[in-house]
C-alpha cells in the first residue's frame, strides 16, 4: 500500500508497526486527527473509499459527499461485462469513464472482469473451452488496456463459489473452461496491467471457519504457492441481522494475509442506526487496523437512500446526506490507532456455515388462507441493462411461519439471481431462516433483474 499522503512523524511511527508489529496502537493527537474519512485512512497508510453510480454524478450533495470524504472510488455498475463489452469484441466505456473523471485523482478499483452475473446476451452463445476461454481473455485485455495505468486494483474474478459448499459456482467460465478458468483470468490480467493489483472477490467470507472462505483461502494458498499472480482478497462484508459481523472476522483478515496477499473490504454496508450500528462499524474498522495488510475500506455507496438495500439504511450518510452515528465511529476508530500486533494464534480451519446473506433454498408449505401477508416491491437501484429490487413482506394480524410472493415480471425483463428467498419461476418464498414474521412485523427479500424495472411489482403474498 503507498504512504501517499503520510505525513512526518507519523509516517515513520505507522511505518515502524507495518516492519516489526510490536508496537501498541497509534492515538493521533486532537491536533493531528483528520476530519474525513479519506484523510483518517491514509494517516494509517489505508484508503477509504465508495461505490459511486455515475446516473447520480448530477447530484450535488452525493457528489459533494464523495469529494470530501473518500479517497477511492468503485464503480458500482459501469465496469461490469454487460456495460463495457455489451455486444462481443465491441467495446462500452462511456459511464465508466465519466467514474474515471469523477474520481480526480482518488484512487480507482476496478470492478470486474470475470463474473457470473449481468452478464450480456451474447456470452449465451459461448461453447467449448477454447472459444470461451479466448472470449474472456479478449474482454480482460480489452477492459485492462483500455484503463491501463489507471486502476489501483482490479476485481478479476468475482463470487466464484457457491455458498455453503464452498463448491464451484456454476456458469459459462466454469462450465465451458473448467477449473483453470480463474487462473487463466489472473495470468490474463498480470499480462495486461503489470502495475495492478489483482484481486479476487466474494461475499460470505468473512467467517474464517466457513467452507466458502476455506475455498477461496486453499485457491490463493495454491495460487501463491504456484506462483500464480494474485496480490488481494476482497472481503464484501455485507452485513445484516441475519449474518452478522462474525467473531472471528480479524482473525479472517489476518489468515489471508498471512499468504502474503492484501485484504481489501470491498463493498461494506451494515444493516441498522443508532449506537448498535455504530459499534458493528467501528468493529470492522478496528479489525483492518489490526492487521497490517488490510489495505483499506470501501463502502458500498454514499446515502442510505443510494444503497442497494435501502431500507435497512447501511451507510453511513442518511438520505438527506448527514452522517451517521456510524459515520463518527468510523472517523474515531481510524484516527484513535494505525496498525497493530496481528493476532498470535493460528487460523481457523475446521469449515463451519455460518447464516449466509443468501442462504440456501428450502421449500415453503403452500399459502394457508386463514394467515395473511402483503409485499410491496421497491427499485433500490438501475442501470442500462437491469436493476435491482427489494420486497418487503409484511404479516398480517396473526403471525406466520412461511410466506410465498408472487412476481409480476413484463414481457424482456428477467429475475438473474435472489438473495434472502428461494426463486420458482417468477415466484419467491421464504428461506429456512426469515419465515416466521410476527403479526404485523416483516422481512425483506431481494433481486438482481435484466432489463427494465418499469412495471415490475409483488403481485401476490400467501402466507402459512
Sequence with gaps: MSSDGIKGSTK???????????????????????????????????????????????????LGIFNREFDMVTAENEMKIDATEPNQNSFSFGNADRIVAAAAGKRIRGHTLVWHSQLPGWTNNLSGSANTLAAMNN???????HYKGKIYAWDVVNEAFNDGSGTRRSDVWQNQIGDSYIEQAFRTARAADPAAKLCINDYNIDDANAA??????????????RGVPIDCVGLQSHFNDASPVPSNYQANIQQFAALGVDVQITELDIQGSGSAQADKYASVV????????????????IRDTDSWRASQTPLLFDGSGNKKAAYTSVLDALNGGGTTTPPTSPPPTTPSSPPPSTPPPTTTPPPNGSRTCS??????????????????????????????????????????????????G????AASWNGSVPASGWVEFGFQGSGSATGVQASTCGAV
Excluded at 515513520?12 to 507495518?18: E, N, P, Q
Excluded at 478496528?286 to 455507496?301: E, F, H, P, S, Y
Design 139 to 145: 474482454h480482460i485485455n480489452g477492459v485492462m488496456g
Design 286 to 301: 478496528k479489525a483492518c487496523l489490526a492487521v497490517a495488510r488490510c489495505a483499506g475500506i470501501t463502502v458500498w455507496g
Design 375 to 424: 409485499a410491496v416491491f421497491t427499485v433500490t437501484n438501475s442501470w442500462n441493462s437491469g436493476f435491482t429490487g427489494t420486497v418487503r413482506v409484511t404479516a398480517g394480524s396473526t403471525a406466520i411461519s412461511g410466506w410465498t410472493v408472487g412476481l409480476a415480471i413484463p414481457s424482456g425483463t428477467s429475475i438473474v439471481n435472489v438473495w434472502n428467498g428461494q426463486l420458482s
Design 12 to 62: 515513520l511511527l505507522i511505518g515502524a508497526v507495518g516492519v516489526i508489529g510490536l508496537l501498541a496502537p497509534i492515538a493521533l493527537s486532537a491536533a493531528d486527527a483528520a476530519s474525513t474519512l479519506g484523510a483518517s485512512a491514509e494517516q494509517t497508510g489505508r484508503y477509504f473509499g465508495a461505490a459511486l453510480n455515475s446516473g447520480k454524478l448530477g447530484d450535488s450533495t452525493y
Design 212 to 225: 466458502k472462505t476455506r475455498a477461496v483461502y486453499n485457491l490463493v494458498k495454491d495460487f501463491k504457492a
Design 426 to 429: 417468477s415466484s419467491v418464498s
